[in-house]
C-alpha cells in the first residue's frame, strides 16, 4: 500500500499584474483558517509570472501516512500542481512512492492535451487538481468524474478582474459577496491558456468527460451550463476521446417478457429472511446455512470488499499530525444520554461545562457514518473483515433534539430527547457486528441552539454556494457527525463517557441508493412508467452524480480534518453494477426495505446483518431528525426551498 499520502486544500488564482480590482491574492487571507482547517500540518504557496498575469498556488496540508509533501509540488521545467486526491488505481505507485509526486511526473511530461486527460481519467480514487503547465502557459483544473472533492470557482466578470480556485468558500460581503463562488462543474475539465502581452485570458476550454464517442452528460446541457457562466472570458468545448468515464454505459436490457411469473434468480437465491414479511419465503433461516447465496451477490461483496480494504487499509496511524489534530475542531457542548438497547433513556446528563476535561481520546484509525442501515451496516461488516481484531472502529452517530419529554420525579420538568429513528436502528444493528471486536458507538447529541451556533459559525460558509433546505439539513448532520465527539454506547468500560473520535478516515455510504434504485421516486417511476422508468431514472441518477452535492459533504467532513471516501462509488464497484440488468439488482414489485438495493440487502444478509438488511432507506436528514428539527418534514418547507436559515442568498 501507498505509504506517503497527503490531503490538501486549494488555493489558486490568476490575476492581471498592477490591477486594482486583481488584487485576488489576498483573498487568500480570509480563507486561510477555512483552508488550514483541511489541511493543518504544512503551508506552502508559489507565484509563477506568466506575462500580464501573475499565477499564485497555495496548498494547505493533512498529512496521511508518510513524510510531509508539501504541494504545490514544482518540477524542475517550472510544472506546479495542487493535488487533493487518492490514487487507489489506474496508474503503478511504488510503497515509497508519494501520490502527489507520481501524477505530476505522469502530467509533467506531456504536452498533447489528449494523454493529460488520458492519465488523469484513468486514475482510480477520487481527486480535485490545479496544475500549472509551463510549457504550454495553462492552468488545467477539474474534479473526478462523480465530483468527490469539492473545488470552487470564481471566473473574472470584467477586465482586470481574476479567476480563483478553493476548495472552500468564504461569505464576506467586502471581499466575497454573495454569487461569488461557484461549484467546478464536473462535467468535464478545464484548460485555459494565459500570459500572451496583447491578452491577459485566452478562452476557457471545457473537455467532457466522454462515453465511447458521445460526452457523457447531454452535450446541450453541458453548452447550457457554460453560456449561463457570469463572465467575461469566452468559453468552448473541445470533444477530446483522451476523458473516458472509467466504467460502462448502464445496461438498459429489459427483463423477459414472462419475467413476472419466472422465478426471479436474485428471490430464488436470496435469504429467506429477507423474504419473511412478504411471506415469499417458506420460513426464516439463516443465510449462512442455506446454501443459497446468490453469484451475483457474492460477485458484489468481493468487489466491494476490495473496496473497502483499499481504503482502511490506507488509514493514517493517530501518530500522525497528531498535535494539529487535536486543536483542530470547535469544540461543542453535548448533551450526553445513556441508553441500552430496548430501554428507555436515563435522565440526560448535564456535561455542557467540562471544556473538553475528561473527553477519550479514540483510540480507532477508522470511523464510519453509523445510521444502522443496510448501507452503513455492510461498510461496518466489511471494515471488520479488513482489520485486525485488536483494532478499535468507531461508529459515529448523530441526533438532534427533538421535541422536549416532560417527566415527572426527582428530575422533573423538560428532558432533553435524542430518541431518533436513526439512534434506535444503531443500537439495535450494532448486536449483529462481530462480537470478537471492540466498536465505538458515538452518540452525537445535537441540541436546537447548537445547530443554530454552528450553522452560523461553520455550516452556512461550508455548503455556501449552496442554499437549499436540503443543504442546510445534510450540511449540519454530516459537519456534526464528521466532528465526531458524542458520548459512548455500548458494552465497554467507557460507556456513558465524553469520546471524541481521531480517526482521519470516515467511511460514508454514499452512492448505493443512486445505483440501486433506493429513493422513493424510483419506486414511483417504476409504477408509472414500469422497468424502462425506472432504468432511464437510475441512468440519470448516475449521470448527474456529480452534481448532487458531494463537493458540499467533502467541504463538511474535511473541516474537522477527515477523509470523506465512498466505497459505493469505487470505480470497480461502479462498472461492476453498470454491466448487470435492473431486474438482477433490484425489484420494486417487492414492498420497502425488500425490493430496492436488494442485491445489497442479500450482500447485508449474507455478512450477518439480517435487521439492517430489512430496514427501509432512511436519508440522513430525516433519520437524525435534523429535518424535524428545520421544519422541512412537516410541509412547512421543500428540499428545493431557498433556506431563510443559512447565508442570505438572492431568490
Not at 391 to 412: H, M, R, S, Y
Not at 530 to 549: S, T, Y
Request: hydrophobic share 35%; charged share 25%.
Amino acid at each position: 500500500y501507498i505509504k506517503t499520502r497527503t490531503m490538501c486544500g486549494i488555493f489558486a488564482c490568476v490575476e492581471c499584474v498592477g490591477s486594482v480590482a486583481g488584487k485576488a491574492w489576498h483573498l487568500k487571507h480570509p480563507l486561510i483558517e477555512r483552508l488550514k482547517r483541511r489541511g493543518p500540518d504544512l503551508l506552502q504557496e508559489a507565484k509563477i509570472p506568466c506575462g500580464n498575469l501573475n499565477v499564485h498556488l497555495l496548498g494547505t496540508l493533512l498529512q496521511m501516512r508518510g513524510p510531509a509533501t508539501p504541494q504545490p509540488q514544482q518540477n524542475k521545467n517550472g510544472d506546479c500542481l495542487l493535488w487533493n486526491g487518492n490514487v487507489f488505481g489506474g496508474v503503478q505507485i511504488e510503497s515509497h512512492e508519494n501520490d502527489t509526486v507520481k501524477v505530476l511526473e505522469l502530467l509533467g511530461g506531456q504536452k498533447d492535451p489528449k494523454e493529460i486527460l488520458a492519465t488523469l481519467s484513468s486514475i482510480k480514487g477520487p481527486w480535485a487538481f490545479v496544475f500549472w503547465q509551463a510549457c504550454t502557459r495553462s492552468l488545467w483544473f477539474g474534479r473526478d468524474v462523480f465530483g468527490r472533492r469539492s473545488l470552487l470557482w470564481h471566473l473574472p466578470t470584467s477586465v482586470g478582474d481574476s479567476l480563483v480556485l478553493c476548495s472552500v468558500g468564504l461569505y464576506d460581503p467586502k471581499h466575497m459577496p454573495l454569487g461569488y463562488w461557484l461549484e467546478v462543474p464536473a462535467t468535464g475539465l478545464f484548460q485555459m491558456k494565459c500570459g500572451s502581452e496583447e491578452h491577459s485570458f485566452s478562452d476557457l476550454i471545457c473537455y467532457p468527460w466522454m462515453e465511447g464517442g458521445i460526452c457523457f452528460q447531454e452535450e446541450g446541457n453541458i453548452c447550457a451550463e457554460l453560456s449561463s457562466l457570469q463572465t467575461s472570458l469566452k468559453s468552448r468545448i473541445i470533444k477530446n476521446e483522451g476523458l473516458q468515464v472509467p466504467f460502462p454505459p448502464l445496461n438498459k436490457k429489459l427483463p423477459p417478457p414472462d419475467f413476472s411469473v419466472r422465478t426471479n434468480p436474485l428471490k430464488e437465491s436470496c435469504s429467506p429472511g429477507l423474504e419473511s414479511s412478504v411471506q415469499v419465503a417458506k420460513k426464516e433461516t439463516d443465510i449462512a446455512s442455506s446454501g443459497a447465496d446468490s453469484a451475483i451477490a457474492q460477485q458484489l461483496l468481493a468487489i466491494l470488499q476490495q473496496a473497502v480494504e483499499t481504503r482502511v487499509m490506507r488509514a493514517p496511524p493517530l501518530d500522525v499530525g497528531k498535535e494539529s489534530l487535536e486543536s483542530a475542531s470547535t469544540p461543542r457542548n453535548h448533551a450526553s444520554t445513556e441508553v441500552t438497547a430496548g430501554a428507555s433513556k436515563s435522565p440526560p446528563v448535564d456535561i455542557s461545562a467540562a471544556k473538553g476535561e475528561n473527553v477519550i481520546q479514540g483510540r480507532a484509525r477508522v470511523a464510519i457514518l453509523y445510521s444502522g442501515g443496510v448501507d452503513s451496516a455492510v461498510l461496518a461488516a466489511l471494515t471488520d473483515r479488513c482489520l485486525d481484531d485488536s483494532e478499535e472502529i468507531d461508529l459515529i452517530n448523530v441526533a438532534f433534539e427533538q421535541t422536549a419529554i416532560i417527566k415527572p420525579g426527582p428530575i422533573a420538568g423538560p428532558q432533553k430527547n435524542f430518541d431518533v429513528p436513526d439512534r434506535k436502528s444503531a443500537i439495535e444493528t450494532l448486536a449483529e457486528l462481530s462480537s470478537r471486536r471492540r466498536w465505538n458507538l458515538i452518540q452525537v447529541n445535537v441540541t436546537l441552539d447548537e445547530v443554530n451556533r454552528l450553522r452560523k459559525e461553520h455550516v452556512s460558509h461550508l455548503v455556501y454556494p449552496l442554499c437549499t433546505v436540503l443543504d442546510d439539513s445534510i450540511g449540519c448532520a454530516l459537519w456534526c457527525a464528521a466532528q465526531g465527539v458524542g458520548v459512548m454506547f455500548g458494552d465497554n468500560p467507557d460507556q456513558g463517557k465524553l469520546y471524541k473520535s481521531r480517526a482521519r478516515t470516515l467511511l460514508v455510504g454514499i452512492g448505493a441508493d443512486e445505483q440501486l434504485a433506493g429513493y422513493s421516486r424510483h419506486r414511483t417511476k417504476f409504477r408509472s412508467s414500469g422497468w424502462k422508468g425506472l432504468i432511464d431514472e437510475v441512468e440519470m441518477d448516475i449521470k448527474r452524480l456529480a452534481r448532487r452535492n458531494l463537493g458540499r459533504d467533502d467541504r463538511c467532513i474535511a473541516d474537522h480534518q477527515k477523509e470523506g471516501q465512498f466505497p459505493f462509488l469505487d470505480e470497480e464497484v461502479v462498472c461492476y453494477l453498470q454491466q448487470l440488468p435492473m431486474w438482477s439488482k433490484v425489484d420494486l414489485s417487492l414492498p420497502r426495505g425488500i425490493g430496492e438495493k436488494r442485491v445489497l440487502r442479500e450482500v447485508a444478509a449474507i455478512l450477518g446483518c439480517h435487521t439492517a438488511a430489512r430496514l427501509p432507506k432512511r436519508a440522513i436528514q430525516f433519520g437524525s431528525r435534523m429535518a424535524k428539527l428545520s421544519g422541512s418534514s412537516n410541509n412547512r418547507e421543500h428540499g428545493s426551498d431557498i433556506s431563510d436559515r443559512l447565508l442570505p442568498h438572492p431568490v
